[in-house]
């Protein structure tokens, strides 16, 4: 199986923007501590991130599903911490 | 000029991930203070939104041109800023 320069060019940008949201995840499975994270931002951010994926499957292209689906996984817990932790 | 439901889902999700990023700019420009950004987070981040960039334009998707355009902006801003105050 052979992939496209596009596809590749998509999951490497998968790779990088969800990989920058995987800090904040660990410092707050570490600290525990969520009271200086914006629920705002994450409520947006979440909502935005799953619109991606609904827009991913509308022109079916797996990185956008792909990079948006791993990076909700980390901002829906950055939100469940955060409701949790307060 | 009418506008496809998927455009415009893809739309509303760059609002929505772009304008996470817009409270950190402004909490840099209102505080000058970078220290604790993480350097390593943003540069993936902007490389990340960089190569959405190229991608949009090699599948020919507006939304994503112009969601990563906006975000990409302001993560080299919060860059050079942290560049620059440290």
Known sequence: MSMS?????GLIA???TTSSILPQVIKILK???TSDISLLMYV???LGILLWIVYGFMINEMP??????????LTISVLVLK???G
């Open 5 to 9: 320069l596009t596809t590749t060019i």
């Open 44 to 46: 947006f951010l979440t």
């Open 83 to 85: 409701v949790k932790h």
């Open 14 to 16: 998968g790779v990088c």
């Open 64 to 73: 956008i599903i792909f990079a948006n689906g791993a990076s909700f996984i």
């Open 31 to 33: 600290t525990r501590q």
